[in-house]
């Protein structure tokens, strides 16, 4: 059984820094490429940021030189440091992860929960 728990969200002004984790857990035999998405009331889920095991990353256009996103494969942890936060980052955020089963050494893809974040004055 694999578990991913995103933490770190909340309220902050327009402006402001959130940083968002993402933690792993149970039957893990090596987490590949692990991203951030989002999902704003009345649209579509969307992709942040992915970040691979080799250390590569990608950013969707929007949050280019405001977020940055970082792993700690010791610790099977993601984070995304938001910076210069805007009202159009309201969203729920959740975490994704490809990860190989340390039982069946089958990769297969895992979502959080959720947390929310909110940007707004």
């Known amino acids: 059984q694999v578990q991913l728990v995103e933490s770190g969200g909340g309220l902050v002004q327009p402006g402001g820094s959130l940083r968002l984790s993402c933690a792993a857990s149970?039957?893990?035999?090596?987490?590949?490429?692990m991203g951030w998405h989002r999902q704003a009331p009345g649209k579509q889920r969307e992709l942040v940021a992915t970040?691979?095991?080799?250390?590569?990353?990608v950013y969707t256009d929007s949050v280019k030189g405001r977020f940055t996103i970082s792993r700690d494969n010791a610790k099977n942890t993601m984070y995304l440091q938001m910076n210069s936060l805007e009202p159009e980052d309201t969203a729920v955020y959740y975490c994704?992860?490809?990860?190989?089963?340390?039982?069946?050494?089958?990769?297969?893809?895992?979502w959080g929960q959720g947390t929310q974040v909110t940007v707004s004055s």
């Open positions: 994704n992860a490809d990860i190989v089963s340390s039982r069946t050494f089958v990769s297969r893809n895992h």
């Open positions: 149970g039957s893990i035999s090596r987490i590949n490429a």
């Open positions: 970040a691979t095991s080799g250390g590569g990353t």
